[in-house]
């Protein structure tokens, strides 16, 4: 299975000064990668800070890889703050009741610490949520 | 039973079993996985899937300045 791709312009994977252990780097990769194979859409992963909230996690998604159909779960660690960007095309699969569902699940997780675990089973339910229904035809492998 | 070995029967085995409960319990903050409020500003990082599976069902936008973020929540913790 291919692992995800770091976005070029971010510390990740070469900065050393990054806290998170290599394991912990490989397994967001793995996250990210399971959840488009669940959903089909591309998903992506930030840490780090937030200056200006919202502002600044839709600054990255647009950073994703074709940002309409792009997830992104950002974490400030620092702030203590989550958001869950969506892309237009995202959000017609996807509602804020997931994303607020998605968002406690992490919360609790973040609660206790655990960063990694916490983003694993956000970014997991929102991929499941986001599986849309085989349409005939149109999801035939032909 | 001397008194040596009533100091350390009573006093002696309640230190040691506090000792070691405060190390189990402390253990968590002193490995990596267990800093989840370290400074990130130093290596912020961005990791994304490959790109979104094509849909065939969703007409693509001809204005490329139409909204490109649909949603999401804000959250804390």
Redesign the interface.
Same mark, same amino acid.
Request: proline share 9%; aromatic share 8%; net charge negative.
């Given at each position: 299975m291919?692992t $995800?791709?770091?976005?070029a312009g971010?510390?990740? #994977?070469a *900065?050393a000064?990054?806290?998170?252990?290599d394991g912990?780097?490989r397994e @967001?990769?793995r996250i990210?990668?399971r &959840?488009?194979m669940i959903s $089909?859409?591309?998903?992506? +992963?930030? +840490? $780090?800070?937030l200056p200006e $909230?919202?502002v600044s996690?839709?600054v !990255? !998604?647009?950073? @994703? #890889?074709?940002?309409?159909?792009?997830v992104l779960v950002a974490v /400030?660690? &620092?702030?203590? &703050?989550?958001? =869950?960007? %969506?892309?237009?095309? +995202?959000? =017609?699969d %996807?509602s804020?009741r997931s994303?607020?569902l998605a968002? %406690?699940s992490?919360?609790s997780a973040?609660?206790a /610490? *655990?960063?990694?675990n916490g983003l694993r089973d956000g970014v997991t339910l929102l991929a499941e949520h986001a599986r !849309?229904p085989k349409?005939l035809h @149109?999801d035939d492998t032909a | 039973m001397t008194a040596l070995q009533a100091l350390l029967v009573f006093v002696g085995i309640p230190v040691a079993l506090a000792v070691v409960t405060f190390g189990l319990v402390s253990a968590s903050g002193w490995t990596r996985s267990g800093r989840a409020s370290a400074d990130y500003a130093a290596g912020p990082f961005l990791v994304a899937s490959d790109a979104a599976v094509p849909n065939p069902s969703i007409v693509p936008s001809d204005n490329p300045d139409a909204a490109v973020a649909g949603g999401g929540v804000s959250a804390h913790w």
């Open positions: 291919p $995800g791709e770091v976005v971010y510390g990740f #994977p *900065d000064s990054s806290p998170l252990s912990q780097r @967001l990769s990210v990668q &959840a488009r $089909g859409y591309c998903f992506g +992963v930030f +840490v $780090g800070p $909230g919202r996690a839709v !990255h !998604h647009r950073s @994703l #890889p074709d940002p309409r159909s792009a /400030d660690p &620092a702030a203590r &703050a989550i958001e =869950i960007v %969506l892309g237009s095309t +995202v959000a =017609i %996807l804020t994303c607020e968002a %406690l992490m919360k973040f609660a /610490d *655990d960063l990694v !849309h349409v @149109l | -």
